[in-house]
């Protein structure tokens, strides 16, 4: 049986649809010179910011989950953070026509984030998504994160839709994993938060965009 069309793009949040990491950046070196530190550049943080909270405690600190003093310092990152949600977020450039893109061709498109809903729900909202989004799943809406299928499941669940008629768009490994595993072609977000050691040609997607048009392209091509 031949797979259905393809009905349905689903992206990443940070570091796919938005380009958060300005935001993130600056909540992170709040911490950092409260903490008596020097700042980090954005260039140097950019590659962790889809790794979240943890991911960037690490980076700055060298302190992992369970370790001393962690959480103190995640909590006061995602205190601020939460403060300074959307001041220079944006979606990444040409993205909006993306979007619009899609729309034109009545395909739905949606959000499947591992960012919990307490961020996720009012950045959306501030960028005026929450109104033009066919769903948003995000990082506690399903017992388990990605890279589990969970969430994208549950995507498929609430848009009444098979896995094999979505497209699944991230920038990070654990992305592309829980996309395959959910039954769903795949696309790397090369334009995103990956890191020069990382290897996203050996992550096994269905395809790699080096900037947002590319996927309207693409979807042209496997329409």
Avoid at 21 to 32: I, M, Q, S
Wanted: aromatic share 6%.
């Amino acid at each position: 049986m031949p797979a259905p069309a393809l009905s349905t793009v689903l992206f990443d949040l940070d570091g796919t649809l938005a380009d958060t990491a300005p935001d993130l950046y600056f909540a992170l070196n709040r911490v950092l010179e409260e903490q008596g530190r020097e700042p980090l550049p954005l260039s140097e943080l950019r590659p962790h910011a889809s790794h979240g909270s943890i991911g960037l405690i690490r980076h700055a600190f060298g302190l992992a989950p369970g370790d001393p003093g962690f959480e103190a310092l995640r909590e006061r990152f995602l205190d601020i953070y939460q403060t300074h949600l959307a001041v220079d977020t944006r979606l990444f450039p040409d993205m909006e026509a993306v979007l619009e893109g899609l729309e034109a061709l009545g395909l739905r498109w949606g959000i499947v984030t591992n960012k919990p809903g307490w961020l996720t729900d009012p950045l959306m909202s501030v960028m005026g998504l929450d109104r033009r989004a066919a769903c948003v799943v995000s990082g506690d809406t399903t017992a388990r994160r990605k890279p589990d299928p969970d969430p994208l499941h549950h995507a498929c669940e609430l848009l009444r839709v098979d896995p094999r008629e979505c497209v699944y768009i991230g920038d990070a490994e654990r992305d592309i994993l829980a996309g395959k595993r959910a039954g769903m072609c795949t696309l790397v977000a090369l334009f995103g938060y990956i890191d020069s050691h990382e290897q996203p040609d050996q992550w096994g997607a269905d395809g790699l965009i080096g900037t947002p048009p590319e996927i309207l392209d693409w979807i042209a091509a496997h329409a």
